[in-house]
């Protein structure tokens, strides 16, 4: 199917319409689209008031807290575990940013284009590359430490996939997001009652909005405090968006399990644009516990290959020479689609990672981490090699946005894996995520800064104050009719707990790795046959059910998407279009949800493309009375 095809009768349930490919910049509009649809709560029982909140506390997101903090913003962070159980806290590896001295920005950005396989925002990238080396430092001055050379005392470099220079910085070896969270919880925490307050144990709901279409705050549900059903609203004129990825859409992932693509969902019902979700990044050697392991998987650090480590078959062969110029150290997408060719060749369900001839020492010092994962599971590195397989890893699409975060929905930003700014294109080079959260974080909230207070604080100048306390309110009083819920918009069917596993099952099977038409129209018509089960007898609401709302979602849009990308690219790798295709889609699919015409029960996936790999401008925000003019 190219672009422009009208696809035949449907499969799903919603429908799906096509919007004609234009040309690449949609029209502004008279008015921001409606919400469509709502996760069926309990009215809230209490109210917080501030100038900002931001959903999620990984690296994007406390950054983006920290920098509003200091630009006099009364910010609020609500975030589903603990403030250090993001995905941040997961990331081995390390940072990506040109801070060597063989190194430059340029060279930088020429291993993100070539990995994003002709996908990349150009301007996102260039970004990203020339403020990630002074971001990093800032992030260091706050209090983040590195691993440092013995000899120079510089920050320690070392190489991954994809990377032609050692520019990854890491520390304690293999827990670089572990000291990033740590030393960002720890600023957050000081700033406690002077600026920030923090909402823990809360999984946000739904987008507050006014009759004006702008943002207006959050629903969010505060789990283990007060009433069973602890639903409760954060109003603010500004959302932050950086809840993480999704991969807990499939069985394995090295994901936490708060990965329950909570933010795409949350800005789809909201009418937000997402786009290229169907580019999912499998990391090719996550430690393989069997066939039907389940759930979060250990990660073996791309890190290990960058130190010298060979992938190799059951027979000790080295599968990857020839595959790539830089073999093991080839582009995440290409060595997780060599794996995955080698195993189907085989028969076998894994292949190995050797390592054995690093020695106990390297192990012990460089990769500590791993080294315990592997023994806990009866593995020692040391003298035999590491099982490994592909698992579900990192969304390189997700809430479409500018260069300033700011979503189609005005008020609305997004920010690390929720968001898509056109950085990572059809897959993303290893290490870059953690800069991305860090750079565009830093984006979010300078445009924030730079509103006048009446727009950030939707209060007259000289009324915003130091954070307030948590307080009960009154359910009727809690969300007045300038801030409910659009009364137009259609309550989501909710799907019982236990058919969060069984839609794992169906994403895992018919949209992992390898995909084709066959396996995609079958997941779709199943994932259509859960949503249909649940409109005669929806499920209660409460935490399982509104994950599994989540997880349904957006797993409907990515099978939708990759059904329509007819061609290989990236991490979407399709066997019955095992070509690149250029013509028909270098391009970017961008998709909304939009209320059914037929139906006022359901809702419908409206699809266009843009004619260019960079993105059409952030059109709501141009009916947005707060934008400030761009940057020449």
Known sequence: MTPDDTPDAETETPTETEIPTGTGRAPAPTAPAPRVTNLPAPAPGWTLD????????????????????????????????????????????????????????????????????????????????????????????SGARFDTSPRTGTVALTREGGHHRRR?????????????????????????????????????????????????????????????????????????????????????????????????????????????????????????????????????SEAIRGEGA???????????????????????????????????????????????????????????????????????????PIPVAPAAHYASGGVRTDLHGRTTVPGLYACGETACTGVHGANRLASNSLLEGLVFAEHIAEHISELSTEQATGQPTGQSGPAPALSPADSADSADSADSAD????????????????????????????????????AAAQLAALHADTEDKPAEPGVDTWETANLQLVARVLVAAAIRRTETRGCHWREDHPERDDAAWRRHLVITLRPDQQSPTLDTLAFRTTDATAFPPVTAAAADPAARKEKS
């Open 50 to 141: 501030a100038d900002v909140v931001v959903v999620g506390s990984g690296v994007a997101g406390l950054t983006t807290a920290l920098r509003c903090a200091a630009a006099g913003r009364r910010t609020v962070v609500v975030t589903k575990a603990r403030l250090d159980d993001g995905s941040t806290r997961w990331a081995q590896g390390g940072i990506a940013a040109a801070l060597g001295e063989d190194d430059t920005p340029e060279q930088h950005e020429a291993d993100t284009l070539v990995a994003g396989v002709g996908l990349c925002a150009d301007d996102a990238v260039r970004a990203l590359v020339t403020e990630g080396p002074a971001a990093v430092h800032r992030l260091i001055a």
């Open 168 to 300: 990854i910085a890491h520390a304690g070896g293999d827990a670089t997001g572990a000291e990033i969270s740590r030393a960002l919880v720890e600023a957050v925490r000081a700033q406690q009652g002077q600026g920030i307050r923090t909402v823990e144990n809360a999984l946000v709901l739904d987008l507050l909005t006014g009759p004006d279409g702008r943002t207006r705050g959050v629903t969010l549900h505060v789990m283990g405090e007060g009433q069973h059903d602890g639903v409760g609203a954060v109003h603010a004129p500004a959302v932050v968006l950086a809840t993480g990825g999704m991969g807990q859409v499939f069985s394995a992932t090295t994901n936490p399990a708060v990965s329950t693509g909570d933010g795409v969902a949350l800005a789809l019902r909201a009418g937000a644009e997402v786009s290229d979700l169907e580019f999912v990044q499998f990391h090719p050697t996550v430690l393989f516990l069997g066939p039907d392991a389940e759930g979060q998987q250990p990660l073996i």
């Open 310 to 384: 060979h992938l190799v078959d059951a027979d000790g062969e080295r599968f990857m020479l020839g595959q790539h110029e830089l073999a093991e150290l080839a582009p995440r997408d290409i060595v997780a689609k060599a794996i995955t060719r080698r195993m189907r060749e085989q028969g076998t369900t894994h292949m190995y990672l050797d390592a054995r001839h690093f020695g106990a020492p390297m192990w012990e010092q460089r990769f500590p981490t791993i080294l315990a994962a592997c023994r806990a599971h009866g593995i020692d590195p040391v003298t035999e």
């Open 487 to 522: 009364s137009a918009a259609t309550v989501t069917p909710l799907l019982p707990p236990a058919a969060r596993t069984a839609l794992q099952r169906i994403m895992t099977h018919g949209a992992g790795v390898l995909r084709s038409e066959e396996s995609l129209t079958q």
